[in-house]
């Protein structure tokens, strides 16, 4: 087994903040991210490392793990006994992990001549799956553009967090009245108190759906549990959420879980933390990076394990290099993808390993 990997600067279409992420610079225009090939000489399998500073994962930090990794040890016809050795081989590093089975699942589900959702034994139904749009933090100017130009999306996210959040959701409002609405707080109101007062008033909208993360992750469970009890929305968590070792505390605390592949340390994960949060009774959201078409993908292979979907990411982005699902109208389709089987994704012009 050969493995390859390749640092990519995705382009985004609008300047990207959220509440926890850097609010200046070059970081809100484009985010980097790491793709990763490996082969056997027969078969290929392609995955993708989101660099993230909330979750001190960077480029070079990335490419250092997938320097380490022997690719000896993977193989398509195990790709669970790859991702034990790569859990051995260090703590975290969750992003570069995460590529690596999807890389894995990519090339068995290829040499099973399956796409990997049928190799999974999860399948995916056509013109269900609806997927919200996220709208980060802006001017109440630039929210309406952006509104506007998601008009064929019946749902949107709006990141929450900053001093204009009422200009914000009343600029959107401007333009969709009726829109179905998730709001995103990114960790972003520091007390019980606070966050209570802020769902509060999101809550005089009849048409949000739910409260993300509304608190940072570090927050005591007695806190969180406080403001679960009291929230008139329900709330979802994010940065809460990792693995599915923390569906217990979610289910104190929240109402439902974001599940991202990114966080997971791969699909496998991801179908674990989605089932183990099931089974705690909480409601289950996939959702996505800033990320290519390669990783959105792969996370719309679980699909059929949540109840909601915000896999958006790609959709972000100006210069994505691989096709993936197509989103018409919301829904994710894979009926048009010329790729039958693994991810269901090729290079959209020249590979981007030539």
Not at 4 to 33: C, I, M, N, Y
Request: aromatic share 6%; hydrophobic share 45%; net charge positive.
């Amino acid at each position: 087994m050969k493995l390859d990997f390749r640092p990519l600067v995705l382009r985004l279409k609008h300047r990207w903040a959220v509440a926890s992420g850097p609010q200046s610079g070059e970081d809100q225009t484009q985010a980097p991210v790491v793709l990763v090939r490996l082969s056997d000489g027969q078969t290929t399998g392609l995955g993708e490392a989101p660099a993230t500073s909330r979750y001190q994962e960077s480029v070079a930090s990335i490419q250092d793990f997938l320097a380490r990794v022997d690719p000896l040890k993977l193989a398509f016809a195990d790709p669970a006994a790859g991702m034990d050795y790569l859990e051995k081989l260090a703590p975290r590093n969750f992003s570069a992990k995460c590529a690596v089975n999807m890389a894995l699942l990519d090339g068995a589900a290829r040499q099973a001549g399956q796409p990997v959702y049928d190799y999974l034994l999860l399948g995916f139904a056509e013109s269900r799956h609806l997927t919200s749009f996220s709208i980060g933090i802006d001017t109440p100017r630039k929210i309406r553009d952006k509104v506007l130009e998601a008009a064929s999306f019946p749902i949107l996210k709006l990141k929450v967090g900053s001093p204009n959040d009422r200009k914000n959701l009343a600029a959107l409002r401007e333009v969709a009245p009726l829109k179905t609405l998730r709001v995103d707080a990114n960790e972003a109101w520091t007390t019980k108190e606070e966050a209570l007062r802020n769902i509060e008033w999101l809550a005089r909208d009849p048409h949000i759906e739910f409260v993300e993360q509304p608190m940072p992750a570090a927050t005591p469970a007695r806190d969180l549990a406080w403001l679960k009890q009291c929230s008139p929305l329900p709330l979802f968590a994010d940065e809460s959420c990792l693995r599915a070792g923390d569906a217990a505390h979610c289910a104190q605390c929240f109402h439902g879980v974001n599940v991202k592949l990114i966080k997971t340390g791969g699909i496998l994960q991801a179908v674990q933390t989605l089932k183990a949060a099931r089974q705690a009774g909480l409601k289950t959201m996939l959702g996505c990076m800033v990320q290519s078409s390669l990783a959105t993908s792969a996370g719309a292979q679980l699909a059929e394990l949540a109840d909601f979907l915000d896999l958006d990411g790609s959709l972000l982005i100006r210069n994505d290099p691989y096709t993936g699902p197509a989103v018409i109208n919301g829904i994710l389709s894979f009926a048009a993808a010329r790729e039958k089987t693994g991810l269901r994704v090729r290079p959209r012009k020249a590979d981007p390993f030539d």
